[in-house]
């Protein structure tokens, strides 16, 4: 099957359950698919590749419209563009182009996949992705992983972790979590703080248990609620707790979980301050997130790191990036706050 197929032929885009966008990607008007193929095929075949071309283009079309380029290309070039692009392309600048040519979905799903295979595991990765994403994302996450890679994502998940850590990731990949009702049940508030308190801070040791299944089942207006009535029975809040309670990838997975109930945008906006706060760059870190919430809520991202850390997304990635990295990086940002 040719690349193009594989990873062009999803159309679904999910942006989870009734969940606000903010993109900074946005459909191009006047949008010509021809015009931008026959473009794409000069810069690449042009002596040291136009990057600038290329980044241009492709950071400013959605996903739906880089799609078309892709098929535009194919029938003009005869040959596949994803496949052209990464013989054209290397290094920072070639990852972030080629995660642009895949969905939201496909993207997740590569970026576990990635994080799983091979020696060792990529536990900062999967925390990430799984602990961030609505219920939706991850029903379409599994369904594409297995479309990509003939596997089944739980079993995957299961086979590279273990222990508490792997009960949790489990739990949120099967999706159980409830939909968020308009009916705001204070009784089942006040029970499931009460819970949390019993289950951590209260008793000698943790119940886990009761934590993974309040954390992975709750609607997220239902968490924030608790999260806040648990205040009024413990003396430290959630995430002070989730600190004294438990340690390593299990403590990160359940701030992550709690970080993101009560502000995703912020979650993210901090994960890229830490990704910058040296003098050089996490790469990994700062790709993935930038391709992954360009289509979803960049925006939003980046005026809550404004907000938090009194300096721009824009200015920061100027500051820790050089060349076609941070030309691309800059262009996706869409813009200084």
């Known amino acids: 099957?040719?690349?193009?197929?594989?990873?062009?032929?999803?159309?679904?885009?999910?942006?989870?359950?009734?969940?606000?966008?903010?993109?900074?990607?946005?459909?191009?008007?006047?949008?010509?698919?021809?015009?931008?193929?026959?473009?794409?095929?000069?810069?690449?075949?042009?002596?040291?590749?136009?990057?600038?071309?290329?980044?241009?283009?492709?950071?400013?079309?959605?996903?739906?419209?880089?799609?078309?380029?892709?098929?535009?290309?194919?029938?003009?070039?005869?040959?596949?563009?994803?496949?052209?692009?990464?013989?054209?392309?290397?290094?920072?600048l070639e990852a972030v182009i080629l995660g642009l040519m895949k969905s939201t979905s496909q993207y997740d799903a590569s970026e576990i996949r990635g994080s799983i295979k091979g020696l060792g595991t990529d536990e900062e990765t999967l925390i990430e992705i799984l602990c961030s994403r609505s219920s939706t994302e991850l029903q379409e996450i599994k369904k594409v992983y297995r479309e990509l890679f003939k596997k089944d994502l739980e079993k995957d998940v299961s086979g590279d972790t273990s222990g508490d850590f792997a009960k949790l990731l489990l739990a949120l990949v099967e999706t159980k979590r409830d939909e968020p009702s308009s009916v705001v049940d204070?009784?089942?508030?006040?029970?499931?703080?009460?819970?949390?308190?019993?289950?951590?801070?209260?008793?000698?040791?943790?119940?886990?248990?009761?934590?993974?299944?309040?954390?992975?089942?709750?609607?997220?207006?239902?968490?924030?609620?608790?999260?806040e009535r648990y205040k009024s029975y413990s003396p430290y809040d959630m995430q002070e707790s989730i600190r004294k309670e438990v340690k390593g990838d299990l403590e990160k997975s359940f701030l992550t979980l709690v970080?993101?109930?009560?502000?995703?945008?912020?979650?993210?906006?901090?994960?890229?301050?830490?990704?910058?706060?040296?003098?050089?760059?996490?790469?990994?870190?700062?790709?993935?997130?930038?391709?992954?919430?360009?289509?979803?809520?960049?925006?939003?991202?980046r005026s809550e790191?404004?907000?938090?850390?009194?300096?721009?997304?824009?200015?920061?990635?100027?500051?820790?990036s050089k060349g076609d990295y941070q030309m691309v990086l800059l262009s996706l940002c869409g813009g200084d706050d």
Not at 10 to 38: C, H, I, N
Not at 201 to 220: A, F, L, P, Q, Y
């Open 1 to 92: 099957m040719a690349l193009v197929s594989e990873f062009l032929g999803q159309l679904t885009l999910s942006f989870g359950s009734g969940e606000s966008t903010y993109p900074t990607v946005l459909p191009y008007p006047d949008f010509d698919p021809d015009k931008d193929a026959a473009r794409i095929e000069t810069a690449i075949k042009t002596k040291g590749v136009d990057e600038q071309t290329i980044i241009d283009i492709l950071t400013k079309r959605t996903y739906e419209q880089r799609r078309e380029i892709a098929f535009a290309y194919e029938r003009r070039a005869k040959k596949d563009m994803i496949s052209a692009l990464k013989a054209a392309l290397s290094g920072s």
């Open 259 to 301: 970080q993101c109930f009560e502000n995703k945008q912020l979650y993210f906006a901090n994960r890229l301050q830490d990704a910058m706060k040296n003098k050089g760059i996490k790469e990994k870190v700062v790709t993935r997130i930038m391709v992954s919430r360009c289509e979803v809520d960049l925006k939003k991202i």
């Open 305 to 320: 790191f404004k907000r938090q850390h009194g300096k721009s997304l824009y200015q920061t990635i100027a500051e820790h």
């Open 186 to 227: 204070y009784e089942k508030i006040d029970e499931d703080a009460r819970a949390l308190y019993d289950a951590g801070v209260k008793r000698k040791g943790t119940d886990v248990k009761t934590w993974i299944s309040i954390m992975s089942e709750r609607s997220v207006p239902h968490l924030q609620k608790v999260f």
